[in-house]
């Protein structure tokens, strides 16, 4: 890995373009900031420039634009990146598929997923729990309005994306277990 990144680079200005309009649930916060953090901590657990380049536009075939927004990916960042991205998405269909069907798929396709999607997969879902935990203290159990599956739908996916990635053995994904179970007995003490 070189140390200027330029796929990334690029990248990254993609992705802000992609998401400009884009904001996280409950904080408002611009969405981008959660795709630079999912890519540093893929980069800080051994990611290489494409897996980084893969993590900062991992929702960009989902939330902007489907098979448009593939093809241009695969255009300017190449095949492997793509497929990667495509790992990393539960759907590319607008108006997305029910939310519980499309989740079952993804935990399907997460079981088959090659080890840098895997990786991806485990920093997105890292960094979502870490900011459920942290709106947890201002929204209180109003936090689980703002999601279709609610308390128990959204600790089911978690639970089951950890159980899936266990297997993996690295301290991402021991991490990442330990922040779900963290956000389940916090969540528990008020439902």
Not at 32 to 46: M, N, Q, S, T
Not at 53 to 74: C, N
Not at 116 to 133: E, F, G, M, Q, T
Not at 159 to 171: F, G, H, K, Q, Y
Request: include cysteine.
């Amino acid at each position: 890995m070189t140390n200027s990144l330029p796929g990334f680079s690029e990248a990254v200005a993609l992705a802000c373009r992609l998401h400009a309009n884009q904001q996280r649930r409950l904080t408002n916060g611009p969405y981008v900031a959660h795709l630079l953090r999912v890519a540093g901590i893929v980069l800080e657990h051994g990611g290489d420039e494409t897996a980084a380049t893969a993590a900062v536009l991992h929702d960009a075939i989902e939330d902007q634009g489907g098979a448009d927004t593939r093809e241009m990916i695969r255009k300017r960042f190449g095949n492997e990146v793509t497929r990667l991205v495509d790992e990393c998405s539960d759907t590319d269909q607008t108006p997305k598929p029910p939310w519980q069907a499309r989740k079952e798929a993804f935990l399907e396709q997460l079981d088959r997923a090659s080890p840098p999607a895997r990786l991806i997969v485990a920093a997105d879902k890292l960094d979502n729990a870490r900011s459920l935990l942290e709106s947890y203290r201002e929204f209180d159990i109003r936090l689980w309005d703002a999601f279709r599956g609610g308390r128990e739908g959204t600790l089911w996916y978690f639970r089951s994306v950890v159980e899936i990635l266990a297997s993996d053995e690295t301290p991402l994904v021991r991490e990442l277990t330990s922040c779900v179970k963290r956000l389940e007995e916090v969540t528990a003490e008020a439902s």
